[in-house]
């Protein structure tokens, strides 16, 4: 078993940032991972995951090895804010990014190009969603690959994502995948660009490091990593802290409000609805309700926004439609 931390130096313009990254390799011929965190500078349980992921995999790596990025983008860590500072970008829909181009266009090149040293056989992605959330698993949308050998990738990732032992959200539809510039997130990119499996784990609230979501991102990538064959055995999530509703869904933005006000949420994250159930009310600060957001399909409560006000025509938290057949 070999250990070693360094620091990737990137040129960001006039500034510089610099990446901890840290391989472990077994010794034994095996597959490749990379796990990365904190693209989202305010999504800090991942940075503790990750470290107590290099703790653990020193004992557990069984064949192959491990690239771990615990932060991708330390100068908003060190604000506790979501984008890079520079710029103001989302870093998660710069890449494969553009040497000599803006400040994250050149953070993603240089963490694309070092991901690619390394060929992963997966990467799984770390992020935090709200403080009323489950913990849940994204898979991309192979929107480059067409017939089997899109079939086979999104089979895969799908194999991968329930292996996480998390609540499984499949991405918008192709269309609205790419509108959105889901292609250019880092998963995404892997998927496809690169035509190997990523996943987008999501636990806990943002802007404060949260030990249950540290616990969950843990196991659930151990999961992942175990089906790849790097480590023996499977995710283990822990009942008592986890509400993860099984089944296939995939990420709707039909939960909008058409005023603005307090939203009220009227079901848990977690919590499985029918069509036309109230998901939430919206109340003016006399406490009257202005409006209520129903359920247009079945479905399950991903996450509700952290903010409690909200705008007219806000989407109010992400949910799980069904997926049909
Ligand atoms: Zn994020």
């Given at each position: 078993?070999?250990?070693?931390?360094d620091w990737?130096?990137?040129?960001?313009g006039?500034?510089h940032?610099?990446?901890?990254?840290?391989?472990?390799?077994?010794?034994?011929?095996?597959?490749?991972?990379?796990v990365?965190a904190?693209?989202h500078g305010?999504?800090?349980s991942?940075?503790?995951a990750v470290?107590a992921?290099d703790?653990w995999?020193?004992?557990?790596?069984?064949r192959?090895?491990?690239?771990?990025?615990?932060?991708?983008?330390?100068?908003?860590l060190?604000l506790?804010?979501?984008?890079?500072p520079?710029?103001?970008?989302d870093?998660?829909?710069?890449f494969p990014?553009r040497?000599?181009g803006?400040?994250?266009?050149?953070l993603?090149?240089?963490?694309?190009a070092s991901?690619g040293?390394v060929?992963?056989?997966?990467?799984?992605?770390?992020?935090?969603?709200?403080a009323g959330?489950?913990?849940?698993t994204?898979?991309?949308r192979?929107?480059s690959?067409?017939?089997?050998?899109r079939?086979?990738?999104?089979t895969?990732?799908?194999?991968?994502?329930?292996?996480?032992?998390?609540?499984?959200?499949?991405?918008?539809?192709?269309?609205?995948?790419?509108?959105f510039?889901?292609?250019?997130?880092?998963?995404?990119?892997?998927v496809n660009r690169l035509?190997k499996?990523a996943?987008?784990?999501?636990?806990g609230?943002?802007?404060?490091?949260?030990?249950?979501?540290?616990?969950?991102?843990?196991r659930?990538?151990h999961?992942?990593?175990a089906r790849v064959?790097l480590?023996?055995?499977?995710?283990?999530?822990?009942?008592?802290?986890?509400?993860?509703?099984?089944?296939?869904?995939?990420?709707?933005?039909?939960a909008?409000?058409?005023?603005?006000?307090?939203f009220?949420?009227?079901?848990?994250p977690g919590?499985?609805?029918?069509?036309g159930?109230?998901?939430?009310?919206?109340?003016?600060?006399?406490g009257?309700?202005?409006?209520e957001v129903?359920?247009?399909?079945n479905?399950?409560v991903?996450?509700?926004?952290?903010s409690p006000?909200?705008?007219?025509g806000?989407?109010v938290?992400?949910i799980?439609i069904?997926?049909?057949?």
């Amino acid at each position: 078993m070999q250990r070693r931390a360094d620091w990737l130096r990137v040129d960001i313009g006039d500034d510089h940032a610099h990446l901890p990254v840290i391989d472990i390799d077994s010794g034994v011929p095996g597959p490749s991972a990379v796990v990365t965190a904190n693209v989202h500078g305010d999504e800090s349980s991942g940075v503790v995951a990750v470290h107590a992921l290099d703790r653990w995999l020193q004992d557990s790596l069984v064949r192959g090895r491990v690239r771990l990025y615990p932060s991708l983008n330390p100068r908003a860590l060190a604000l506790n804010t979501r984008r890079v500072p520079h710029d103001g970008a989302d870093l998660n829909r710069c890449f494969p990014g553009r040497t000599g181009g803006t400040a994250s266009e050149r953070l993603a090149a240089a963490v694309w190009a070092s991901i690619g040293e390394v060929t992963p056989d997966v990467l799984i992605d770390l992020h935090t969603d709200s403080a009323g959330s489950i913990p849940y698993t994204i898979v991309d949308r192979a929107v480059s690959l067409s017939g089997r050998a899109r079939t086979r990738l999104d089979t895969e990732l799908l194999k991968l994502a329930q292996d996480s032992g998390l609540t499984v959200l499949l991405e918008y539809p192709d269309d609205l995948y790419q509108r959105f510039a889901l292609d250019r997130s880092l998963a995404g990119a892997v998927v496809n660009r690169l035509h190997k499996p990523a996943v987008t784990i999501e636990a806990g609230p943002r802007g404060v490091v949260d030990w249950d979501a540290v616990s969950i991102m843990r196991r659930a990538v151990h999961g992942v990593l175990a089906r790849v064959g790097l480590v023996d055995g499977t995710a283990q999530p822990d009942a008592s802290r986890v509400t993860c509703p099984s089944g296939t869904w995939r990420r709707g933005t039909t939960a909008r409000t058409r005023r603005a006000g307090v939203f009220v949420p009227s079901l848990r994250p977690g919590d499985r609805f029918r069509p036309g159930v109230v998901l939430g009310v919206v109340r003016d600060l006399v406490g009257d309700p202005l409006d209520e957001v129903r359920a247009q399909s079945n479905g399950v409560v991903v996450s509700w926004v952290d903010s409690p006000w909200v705008e007219s025509g806000q989407v109010v938290g992400t949910i799980g439609i069904a997926e049909e057949g």
